[in-house]
């Protein structure tokens, strides 16, 4: 069994995550179409917010250069980082160049992504995400498991072993009383860190300014405490202007959460200005590519309009039951399907869009409207065109290319296997079909075809003379 | 070449759509009345004051025996800042241990937004971002000129300064759901907000 069949079988084992996935995907799916349906004309705003940003896209390269030089107007350091390596390496050379010794992080997927955190510790330096759900996976050194909701996998007796083994507090599993211990932790951190780390949920164009999102506020202790600043985001992220980004704050904790708007929205414009008494002293943005300019140009690109609300996560059926560390990468659900392949390429990922029934529940509730289902397609094409598919399954397509195409030797088969699964099924059910179809019914049972086919009952139908009524009916005008 | 590809993969958009969102005109006793309604749903505790004094008595009567964090008082609305007298305050021009001892932060705001409950923060000089940052309670004061529709409205405004300033929109307690999804307040932000809606 591949390795991601074997997370997904992981995944199935386990009760607990089942129900806990279950509970959550159904309390946050619920939440967003209430808050949806709160929306004046919220199907106008998905529509326009799609609009803004595909029109982005379309010159992307063009509003990264006016992105940049807005950005530097306001008095911020601009990095290009090709791949991941390249950003941690930026990030250090930052870090070390200004004598950070302590960096505290908020959450942000793109260094999750290049594995930042790691090239740090390897570099000396000390890194705490202070995301509370980000905290504890650091804690438990884990990886999150959802992108809105990283801890959604743990039960709060599990988290509370965590603090207790790791941080050496005494065990509890009441919410309140962890986070109030993680609160007191992180706040040290945050008041003796010489570097704050954090993604960017946007970048406005015309502005030159990065927009943060956060319920807990640790976005803004990051962006006012430390002196430096360093911001790592993906060069998708853009929108063109402030009101863009009005249409964008609109729909994206909608999405998300069913909140109106996150309890913070913070929009950081450089570097402290004359007079105030807090901010960091100097700031940075690396824009990180790592394979979406490569994106951009194919059926892909418009998986770049993504922007991270996990709603799609929410409504997807295989999510729901494997849960965010079978995808085996960054992102999870549809758009981890779409992004892990497109970013790392397919001949390693190709089960992740075999991994869907193309239900088109996600392309219902993404507020970019994204075509996830399509792409997944694309994908799948891609992978037959370039990773290897089993023998197997490349003779018995074309075999049923040859049967299917040849109605008498189509008829012929399925006569032939109608009689054949008569013997094998056990009241009306067929638990193990054998040989290369194994695989079919390893976790499902075949229902035992009817014994007489459709066409063979219509052509054995008695006839019966039309009613005679019927002749004389009126015409239908 | 490439550009067609592009264009391809990323279709312009059916046509019919507006081109921005509508603002549509409110009042002020519409706004307050919205914001008022958004701030229950939020369990924000608010206060609407009819006159200055009784601005700076609601104040007193909230900060009185307590540490404070707050803007420098040229900064507050009302004279606020008189309420501080005799009080343990502490500024932003103070050491960040100091400032982090607070248990209140007092701030006014630059602007309120009624559709969502939300406050618009700017930093300046003289208003620091730790007042409503660190402390675990947080006063806001709110003019009743300064209470707008929406964010649209307020971009409007901002996009006008010449260097654009750090903003922040708060919109009720610091919260979080990640274990089980069970509501904590005062996480990393401050678990209590009251705000103070003036003349």
Same mark, same amino acid.
């Given at each position: ?111 999750? @992504?290049?594995? $930042?955190?790691? #090239? %740090?510790?390897?570099? +000396? ?5 202070? *995301?509370? &759900? ?53 706040? @040290?951190?945050? $008041?003796?860190? #010489? %570097?704050?780390?954090? +993604? ?5 164009? *015309?502005? &030159? ?269 | ?199």
């Amino acid at each position: 069994m591949s390795h991601f069949l074997d997370r997904v079988e992981t995944a199935l084992r386990d009760p607990d995550l089942k129900t806990a996935l279950g509970r959550a995907t159904e309390r946050l799916g619920s939440r967003r179409s209430a808050s949806l349906d709160s929306l004046p004309d919220s199907d106008a705003v998905r529509d326009m917010a799609r609009r803004a940003k595909l029109g982005l896209l379309r010159d992307l390269a063009g509003n990264l250069e006016t992105f940049e030089k807005n950005l530097i107007k306001n008095g911020i350091q601009v990095h290009w980082a090709e791949d991941g390596a390249a950003a941690n390496r930026i990030m250090v050379e930052i870090a070390k160049s200004r004598g950070c010794k302590r960096a505290v992080k908020s959450k942000s997927m793109a260094t999750e @992504e290049t594995h $930042l955190n790691h #090239d %740090l510790l390897e570099a +000396g330096l000390e890194v705490l995400e202070t *995301d509370l &759900g980000e905290y504890i996976v650091q804690l438990a050194e884990t990886t999150p498991s959802h992108i809105i909701l990283p801890i959604i996998h743990m039960t709060k007796e599990s988290i509370g072993k965590v603090m207790h083994e790791k941080i050496k507090v005494p065990y509890t599993s009441d919410p309140e009383k962890l986070a109030k211990i993680a609160r007191v932790k992180l706040r @040290e951190a945050f $008041l003796s860190a #010489d %570097l704050g780390i954090t +993604g960017a949920n946007f970048g406005v164009v *015309d502005s &030159g300014a990065l927009v943060l999102v956060s319920n807990e506020g640790n976005a803004r202790l990051v962006t006012t405490l430390p002196r430096v600043h360093v911001a790592v985001m993906g060069i998708e992220k853009l929108v063109p202007s402030l009101s863009d980004l009005d249409l964008m704050i609109k729909i994206l904790a909608r999405s998300a959460t069913g909140q109106k708007i996150t309890t913070y929205t913070s929009l950081v414009t450089g570097p402290r200005r004359e007079g105030e008494s807090d901010g960091c002293q100097e700031m940075h943005v690396i824009l990180l590519d790592n394979g979406r300019s490569r994106i951009l140009g194919g059926p892909l690109a418009e998986i770049l309009g993504c922007i991270r609300c996990g709603a799609c996560l929410n409504a997807c059926p295989v999510y729901k039951n494997v849960g965010g560390h079978a995808y085996g990468d960054t992102y999870p659900g549809p758009i981890g399907s779409i992004v892990t392949p497109g970013l790392r390429g397919i001949k390693a990922w190709k089960e992740l869009p075999d991994a869907s029934s193309l239900c088109g529940a996600c392309r219902e509730v993404c507020p970019v409207r994204l075509d996830i289902p399509r792409m997944l397609l694309e994908l799948r094409k891609q992978a037959v065109e370039e990773a290897s598919i089993p023998w197997a399954l490349r003779i018995g397509l074309w075999g049923f290319g040859v049967a299917a195409s040849r109605p008498w030797l189509y008829r012929a088969g399925a006569g032939l296997f109608r009689r054949a699964s008569g013997l094998m099924a056990k009241s009306g059910w067929i638990h193990k079909l054998p040989g290369l179809a194994a695989g079919w019914t390893r976790s499902r049972d075949l229902k035992a075809p009817a014994p007489k086919s459709f066409q063979e009952l219509w052509r054995q139908r008695p006839v019966r003379p039309a009613p005679a009524a019927a002749k004389e009916a009126a015409p239908v005008r | 070449m490439r550009q067609a590809q592009i264009r391809a993969y990323l279709p312009e958009s059916p046509q019919g759509l507006p081109a921005r969102l509508a603002y549509p005109a409110t009042v002020p006793a519409g706004r307050r009345a919205r914001f008022l309604e958004e701030l229950k749903l939020l369990g924000v505790e608010a206060f609407v004051e009819d006159d200055e004094a009784g601005v700076r008595r609601r104040v007193k009567g909230l900060i009185a025996g307590k540490s404070i964090l707050s803007w420098d008082p040229e900064e507050l609305p009302y004279g606020a800042g008189e309420a501080l007298q005799g009080e343990t305050v502490a500024f932003g021009r103070d050491a960040r241990e100091l400032q982090a001892q607070a248990d209140i932060g007092l701030t006014g705001c630059e602007a309120a937004l009624a559709e969502t409950g939300s406050l618009a923060m700017v930093s300046g000089p003289g208003r620091p971002r730790t007042a409503s940052l660190l402390p675990l309670t947080h006063i806001a004061l709110i003019r009743q000129a300064d209470l707008l529709q929406g964010m649209g409205e307020f971009f409007e405004r901002y996009r006008q300064s010449p260097v654009l300033p750090y903003v922040v929109f708060i919109t009720g307690p610091s919260r979080t759901a990640d274990i089980e999804l069970s509501l904590t307040l005062g996480v990393h932000g401050p678990g209590k907000l009251i705000l103070i809606l003036g003349p």
